[in-house]
């Protein structure tokens, strides 16, 4: 399997395919849920990945609405996010050959829910803090720079610190 959990030969072969063509580089992820009028979680999308698909529920907090049953959507958010910094820090340290006993990530964010409740204008969301705890027998300063180039090429790095244009579209019928 490679490094780390990392399919290191597919990793190479995907390099030099999009190094061939760079338009190979860019994928599409849809998402298609519902709400649910009714009792129970408030939404529900299966989402098709590669390996399959799964069901996905999500509920609001009981303070802005909700049931509190399952992972509400901010959740869902910083989970993908941390998920996806942990995937770049261990994909990162393959790809150099670096092996990790033992990689853990906490994600943390502040929000403060005053404005949807229009009480404010405070910006929604503070910040978003990932912290990394990292066993290896590498060098410090190459974990350290395992961690800049995390920073720079991770996807959800990106998009949390990006302004990324937002389209919406509304259909009444």
Same mark, same amino acid.
Do not use: H
């Given at each position: 399997?490679?490094?780390?959990?990392v399919?290191?030969?597919?990793?190479?072969?995907t390099?030099?395919?999009?190094?061939?063509?760079?338009?190979?580089?860019?994928?599409?992820?849809?998402?298609?849920?519902?709400?649910?009028?009714?009792?129970?979680?408030?939404?529900?999308?299966? *989402?098709?990945?590669?390996?399959?698909?799964?069901?996905?529920?999500?509920?609001?907090?009981?303070?802005?609405?909700?049931?509190?049953?399952?992972?509400?959507?901010?959740?869902?958010?910083?989970?993908?996010?941390?998920?996806?910094?942990?995937?770049?820090?261990?994909?990162?340290?393959?790809?150099?050959?670096?092996?990790?006993?033992?990689?853990?990530?906490?994600?943390e964010?502040?929000?403060?829910?005053?404005? *949807?409740?229009?009480?404010?204008?405070?910006?929604?969301?503070?910040?978003?803090?990932?912290?990394?705890?990292?066993?290896?027998?590498?060098?410090?300063?190459?974990?350290?720079?395992?961690?800049?180039?995390?920073?720079?090429?991770?996807?959800?790095?990106?998009?949390?610190?990006?302004?990324?244009?937002?389209e919406?579209?509304?259909?009444?019928?």
């Amino acid at each position: 399997m490679g490094l780390n959990n990392v399919n290191t030969e597919k990793l190479e072969a995907t390099v030099k395919e999009f190094q061939k063509d760079l338009s190979k580089a860019k994928k599409v992820n849809k998402v298609e849920g519902d709400w649910n009028p009714g009792k129970g979680s408030q939404f529900r999308a299966t *989402v098709q990945f590669e390996g399959g698909k799964a069901t996905l529920e999500a509920d609001q907090p009981s303070f802005l609405g909700g049931g509190g049953t399952q992972p509400g959507p901010m959740i869902y958010c910083l989970y993908g996010s941390a998920s996806c910094y942990a995937a770049t820090f261990a994909t990162m340290a393959a790809m150099e050959g670096i092996t990790l006993k033992k990689l853990k990530i906490i994600a943390e964010s502040s929000m403060d829910f005053s404005k *949807v409740f229009g009480l404010s204008d405070n910006p929604i969301a503070g910040k978003v803090k990932f912290t990394l705890f990292v066993e290896s027998d590498a060098p410090a300063e190459k974990i350290k720079k395992l961690e800049d180039i995390s920073k720079e090429r991770c996807p959800a790095v990106y998009c949390l610190t990006n302004a990324i244009p937002l389209e919406t579209e509304l259909k009444i019928g």
